[in-house]
């Protein structure tokens, strides 16, 4: 139902040698939970107890997957942890869930990938002619027999994992163990976050995002590098830099537009913070005269706030939520899409009715959201409905980890602005343009961002 | 986990002679999804066609209980639904969820009950004198049995129930199904709200909250009066008014506070208008000098928003919120209470980080949730912790359809004001007065409120 | 798909007022896993611990419904327990599965019942002038009401049921368990089975069939008498024996036909033998000149086993069966009745082809499993197929406690003999007499049977 | 529980070019109902629609892991099928559930193995060191990749596995489904059966055991040959016989003894007529002066009868036989494994009271459950026990796809028949002797055995 991209995964390692008991499990648990976000699909824990990977994972959300006796049970020193998303109706079989354990010949592996590798079935057909054989169709398998075709030639994992460097293409934020070590990886692009914390225990933890660092209590040390391959071993954490570098990086601007949590912090920038810098923007070089600025829960929410503090315009809370909604819930027969997000959206008619708004959205994906939702302002009273997204148009295909629809189901993929603001029933419409967009992220360096499904330009090599 | 007391039920009803197949199985799913925050034990809907009562019932959420077969296989012209709360650890069996159909000298009833009879006992053995046997120990079977008595000298079900008030002594708003009637009654204190509204097609509609008027696209008509006892036949409506006034009217505060959902409108006043507006008076009778505000999810929310406008500090966000961590999730035996509270609240340090803060929260049961927060606050740089609370201190217990804990474990029971400042390490403490509190309802007319939790002051003969 | 009547219960109880742990519960449930032919379609046990009783039930098999750790939290010195039988697709709701639990004037009251009450509904409208509310519409209730409206004036529960006796009429066997004493009482016509057996550490068994007390390694002691009310208190048994000769004896013959185990003893007559000995009878007073016997399993086995004794043709196993095709299993779409009963029933071929069968049955309902058989028999080259059963034709219906169609569906209501032979395609076709039926008990002395469904003789003042 | 060895797998297939709708899923749910006894742990279904393999598998008995709603989606024109054995407390995860579907450079396969690959940790070292990975422990994967990495030099599927055979060692009856065929093989020893059949409407039909062809009312055309590979493409069966005679026959014997259904025919010999012979040799070379013969049910059965015919001693039913408790059941914390098989047989006292006894059973592992049943019957006053076996003493480990515990968990390890029977409290105990044992299947022809297990004798070049 929601109108919205979704990200692919999230994942979590952790690694503390005196760990005892079901510690690490309850970390692996608590990462999870706070990367739940990134994938409600499946999710898994592997976990190694004396060199031996024991694993639990299913299709569910993690509070469905995992109980109490699940995790008391899961032991040992190292903790990989996974979670997918899913659209719904169409929950990925079993066989697809991570981490994705397999045996080769130096034993077993967890590997927990967040991404996509663009190469794959060119990979796939390259292998299967040597008489591989495949479980899924996902690109994980191909993730772990580029590792293990690698391994006996590279010497350790960590080499085999240097070397698919050169091989894999696409994006992947990879954690992965083995009976000795936890090998931590992100392509030289850089697409998807993936950083790095410690607790003060000692144990050291990997991660999608820093909320799932402060969901186990460990501190944020650094982003993991694109193109560094870290491996931890006996404790002792050794970082290979040699495909830094390589290639531009190029970092997914959507990521704080939408994927990861507002109390994320992605290379210095907190994401709450982006999106209210986006809603200031968005003031500046799109402003409308109203009387109200609403935003749509829980994304639009604080760039509603910034363009409010920009524009001087009031904020005000526009909509009650019910949080037993978020989930994907039953759609009986009669049951309308327009009953499912009056269901999940309560507009304050007391606050709005006889305004102007200023209605900010995050983004647009087919629209059908933000068509019922300006029809449910009209119904109250609202007076004029101002549509303000924090983010340009979609107009692209995405192949680097997140689930995009074909171009044909975007709203803005051959309609003009003005078409699309029809559509939606607004009376104005306005997109924050691509160029102010990296301005989201003040300090990002010489930090790089892949912005292709607004604009097109696909970093270069990248594109299956 | 939750450091709350807790509504003990939500009722729902929907009376529409022209509905086919499933269409009031889904508005009643509707309605129990809008009703889900006033209990998340167990639910149920009752629905009636051609005369025959059928029921589906079960612990677990809406969402848990109910799938699309189900609501799709419940068709009738009548339905009625109902949602309980539960304690984790304790979930109430299944005899105990509501509605509770049963039948008796007339054919099939379907008791949807909110509140708590306080001379349940009394009745009960009186009853069990005459062979009364009971399935369960809950006070609606009580109320099946008073209706059931009175029946046949009555001479109507709605007659029975009339005549049941003079009996029943508590808190309850009822939603009552026959083979060919719908009877909604509200005790003639009206502890617990009560709605009416009608859909444009003119199903007629009721429920504990106007959120669940909105679910189902009704618009709100009026409250169900204290003491009104209603009844729909043949798609007429009747209200018999003979028991109201008999006794002033005592609605349960602390449903503005803390219970009803902010987008619910109780008595003309909105719920989150009466937080904000509570944030407001406590800013003005409890002022700090301070950097920020910033409130605890969700209900201290509008209360730090009311703070900040009445006071000038700025209202900032202090917390990224886990909504995935909303329900009681597991808590595998490594896993302390402090971690806990960590997934679902992250602190967002860059707001934070050496500010002195004016934390609202809108109310303190045991104060441990508050302790930690103070502690994490703390551990982020913030410099000084004002604690204000949006109500009065819980000294006392309720008997009105809440979940109270016995006084004992309330952290305002035998600590003075100073004592609690200091067990949860805040820099100081301050609450919102029994005098103010009837401010957050400015156009209450001759409405009366029960704040008896707070002040110990018990509607006459109303205690067990 | 079975084409043969059902038992309705099976009830069980055990009384050890020095058992620890889980002991009863255990023995709880081995009695009713050695009940389970009576019912499966949902049971319970309740146990008594402290004057507090607990119990568990649902709709399923005895295996399904428990499992050790349900089995190991019941501790307590007396248990009911109860299984009830399911027509397929037609599970009984689970507010009919017994033990029926339920408060009263003097406590808690676990109630087993095996029988039907032939005025219940009559009890019913009663009962319900008084004020009395029905959770379920068993005739359960009905008795547990009995019960509760005599309690108070009779003095004892003891006593109650004594009285009740003069009320309630049918068929009843009844574990009742209050919270000091456990009452065993069977109706004066004693149509279904009950008996006692002891242990050797002293606990005293109570159960439908000798098969239970086998299970739990008791010593029959006798049967509970038509008319008996059994109270054990304190350890110590008492008999009422007031109401015993009231009536005249009817046990139901065709417990020892079909419904009970062969294992069992009933009146002093193994089950297993009352079979075989049909068998022989069958032999003599219908004859037929064939190369082998065989029997349809698993109850026409003795009895064609005692056919080949008496006649002299060989017996020969027909069929090989397919132990985990014994439970309903599902039907796709495109699976025929006559696949079902192939999958059962496998004839086997080296065995009969060629030959001159005499095939022996216990009962025929509606004949459609026998055609199948004599069919499948025919394709694999058997000559001649002479059907034989083992009791007369079906041609009433049984208010007592099973299952009965209507007569509407008895393939011998308004069919000749000859035409029953035509329409199953058997060869020649014959049952037992109702005059032969007695000598199946050749020792019965004034036991009385009652054989209603057969000869349409109901015992004087028992239909409903 | 069970004091039994334990066959591994079933498999089944079917193939069909005219099927339509759910027919093919039908029959190979009902082929696997038939070959239940083979495997209780797991199984599934594969089904190939126009070159689509879809497939459905999970843990558990096939009317657990089977509904209608899954059946009916299940269309297509070829199925495979596959149930496996559990030791209960230890199931199989989900992952080694068969069919093993696997994607290939041609396409996806579908595997259903019925076996054990001797050499497969050998083949699973040297694949691995080519960069092979694997998901499961299970041989069946290494018959993929065997089969995948001779895929493309042989040029069909069919190839590959008739290549196979030269590289695979031990037992193995495949039954395997590629987009475009069906291929169908059995090792050169033969060491597990496998039969085909065709049915009325052309299709073909392929299993473990003839029960299955007799469910889907199929008739038996012939074994397949130990050394065939039989494709079936477009609907004609082409057989490969090349690898046929290779190696002298080795039909597991213990198929007759206990492993096969008794009405499914192996090499024409009726399994059921096997284990009478068995008796009649076994009374022959074995005999005792007593007054009845009874047998362990179900397998022990036939035998006694057989012993019964050739003594003259009078064949009696010794036990009535819960079929409740066929299945693995709880086991409380009080119960000992006594009650437990006191709960599956109960001694028949009537016909047992004062007798001396011949116990035919057909094997014994550990003897625990002989020594129980001894026990019970001496209780009931029987007053002498002469055990007889109708097979050897087992000595030795299975390697060939049974369930076989270490040689230590033997009875019949370490002991003399003297000490095994005081163990286990018979007054007489003999076995029937490997040289008789052959002549249970008169008329084998050049078929050979493996009777390793009772003699040590393993066919050459087959042990890991």
Redesign the interface.
Known sequence: MDDKFREECGVFGVYDKSAT???L??QA??GL??L??RGQEACGIAINKDREIDFHKDVG???EV???KI??AMEGVMAVAHCRYSTAGNRTD?NSAQPL?????KGQ?AICHNGNITNAEQLRQE?????????S?TDT?II??TI?????AEGSVEGAVAKAMGILRGAYSLIIMSPSKMIVARDPHGFRPLCYGERADGGLVFASET?AL????AKFVREVLPGEVIVVKDGVLHSNTENCGKQASSLCIFEYIYFA?????INNQ?V??ARRLSGRLLAKVKPVDADIVIGVP?SGI?SAIGYAEESGIPYE?G??K??????T???????SRE?AV??KL?P?K?YLEGKRVVLVDDSMVRGTTNSIIIKMLREIGVREVHLRMSSPAFRYPCYFGTDVPDSIQLISYGNTVDDVCKIVGADSLAYLDINDLKNIIPDAGNLGFCHACFSGEYPPNTRP
Do not use: W
């Open positions: 008991g079901n510690k499990a309850t648990y608590l939970m706070a739940q976000h959300l993690v509070e995992f109980d109490d995790i008391n079993k354990v397999v045996n080769y010949a592996l292998y299967q002619l040597d008489g591989a054989i495949y479980r169709n398998e772990a027999y293990a075709r690698n391994r006996l909320c402060d969901a186990v209590d949590r507002p109390d994320s912090t907190l709450n913070d829980d604080p809370e909509f009650g019910n949080r037993y909604a978020g989930r819930f039953i759609r009986p027969d009669q049951m009953a009056r269901l309560n304050l007391k």
